[in-house]
């Protein structure tokens, strides 16, 4: 990825971030646990961790061949660790705020640097995040640069001052996010850069089912296999582009399971209607052009040309540790509750 300057260059930037997600419940569903532990290189899952198999475990080759066997023992043990952290506070939390066992609730720590490339191929600091959230809405998040704590509720103001005034914790904090978490970026992009900067083409498919109306149809773009996750994709009538007023739907850009991605944008139309639909998409990382029509099947590939183109119920709460003290927390009493709705995806966050 690349972050534009306010000059005519553009200075390339990495992250490393590592998600941790806890559910008050586990939810007896495939592929969802009470407790995850995800670390991400740019927009690729490097390691993974759950509380089914309890095993941190490479999720690249790269990761798996260069990095030795202890690493991944040490690895488990801190990331059982702070399961048992979230577990704990998930349910002091529940207690202090008088919450039964009926809803879910979810607690996650995010945690990373983000770097900029310099000329001799290493990173330099830009900046990095260390941040809570609960249920959905920001909770807490570090200032790595005025070494201060940022609580946006007012529940949090409690936990705000504690910390501020542990200075010991926040050197800690800062010191982790400006070196040991740039070590690891440098480190694990040397070694998986060649498959990092290789950029994966899309598929593309277009398909028409039927609907719950007779006399309509829904037709469907697919993209999916492509890296990196950017793109654009346009469904077309006769030529014009289809909006959401057109009453088209988009999945957006979705991970897939092998660390590319995909997305799928649909519009709903009359079986009679004689128009002439498209689906377009570009890549510009593959410098790929793709145009495919409903029923008569074209497709178009240009290379080499650059185209510019959980269940959240919302509770603000207060803690006092956190779980990398490896300590129990506590959780404040009074907290307003507030229902919202499914976000979809985990938030992003640290190596250990």
């Known amino acids: 990825p690349n972050r534009p300057s306010c000059g005519f260059l553009s200075l390339e930037t990495h992250s490393l ?14 592929g969802i646990h009470k407790f995850t532990a ?47 952290w979230f577990e704990v506070n998930i349910n002091i939390l529940k ?65 705000k001052r504690k910390w501020d005034n542990d200075t010991d914790l926040n050197n800690k904090i800062k010191g982790y996010l400006e070196n040991e978490c740039m070590q690891w970026l440098n480190k694990f992009w040397s070694y998986g850069m060649n498959q990092l900067n290789t950029a994966s083409p899309p598929e593309v498919y277009v398909l028409t089912r039927d609907t719950n109306i007779e006399s309509n149809i829904r037709l469907t773009c697919l993209a999916t ?20 007023e057109d009453g088209l739907e988009s999945s957006g850009v979705r991970p897939n ?3 590319t991605f995909q997305r799928r944008d649909s519009v709903e139309i009359l079986r009679k209607d004689k128009s002439r639909y498209t689906c377009e998409v570009i890549h510009e990382a ?23 183109v959980l269940i959240a119920l919302c509770v ?21 509750v507030t ?11 640290k190596s250990s």
Request: charge should be neutral; proline fraction near 3%.
């Open 316 to 336: 603000y709460t207060t803690f006092t540790s956190r779980p990398d003290e490896q300590k129990t927390g506590e959780f404040s009493s009074t907290s307003k």
């Open 339 to 349: 229902m919202c709705c499914l976000q979809g995806s985990l938030l992003e966050c």
């Open 17 to 30: 971030h590592y998600i941790y997600t806890a559910l008050s419940k586990d939810l007896g569903l495939p």
């Open 225 to 244: 296999g492509f890296y990196p996750q950017d793109i654009i994709m346009w469904i077309k009538r006769d030529g014009r582009k289809l909006y959401r």
């Open 257 to 259: 399971e092998d660390d």
């Open 95 to 159: 207690d202090r705020m008088r919450q039964n066992d009926t809803d879910l609730h979810v607690l996650q720590w995010m945690v990373g640097c983000e770097g900029e490339m310099q000329e001799d191929g290493t990173m330099k600091f830009h900046r990095g995040m260390d941040r809570y959230n609960y249920d959905g809405s920001d909770f807490l998040s570090f200032n790595n640069f005025r070494s201060v704590w940022v609580a946006p509720v007012t529940a949090a103001e409690e936990t």
């Open 38 to 84: 995800i670390g991400m290189l740019d927009s690729r899952m490097i390691d993974y961790f759950d509380s089914k198999t309890k095993e941190k475990v490479p999720k690249q080759t790269w990761m798996r061949e260069r990095l030795d066997p202890d690493f991944w023992v040490k690895g488990t043990q801190s990331r059982l660790k702070k399961q048992q």
């Open 286 to 308: 593959s410098s790929v052009y793709v145009m495919k029509e409903w029923g008569k099947n074209l497709f178009l590939c240009i290379k080499g040309t650059a185209v510019s």
